[in-house]
């Protein structure tokens, strides 16, 4: 029973990951260079993607685990 629960468990994970990811900061609203410096940064950032594909593979894990707990239980 507990490899279904860490199944769903995975899966509630890399879906919350895959949220913050896609997730976009505002904009900066003033005219200070410090704010549109960081907020470029944060826009240009390459760990988005690092984030997804470990989402992406917690999901598929999380069914993987479904799957063979369906099969063998």
Do not use: C, H
């Not at 549109?36 to 988005?48: D, H």
């Not at 917690?58 to 099969?71: H, N, R, T």
């Amino acid at each position: 029973m507990w490899i279904n629960n860490s199944g769903i468990t995975l899966e509630i994970v890399g879906f919350v990951l895959i949220l913050n990811a896609l997730r976009r900061p505002m904009p900066p609203k003033n005219s200070d260079i410090r704010s549109n410096i960081a907020y470029l940064e944060s826009v240009m950032s390459t760990t988005r993607y690092w984030v997804n594909r470990v989402g992406v593979g917690l999901i598929f894990a999380g069914i993987v685990m479904q799957l063979i707990y369906s099969l063998y239980m």
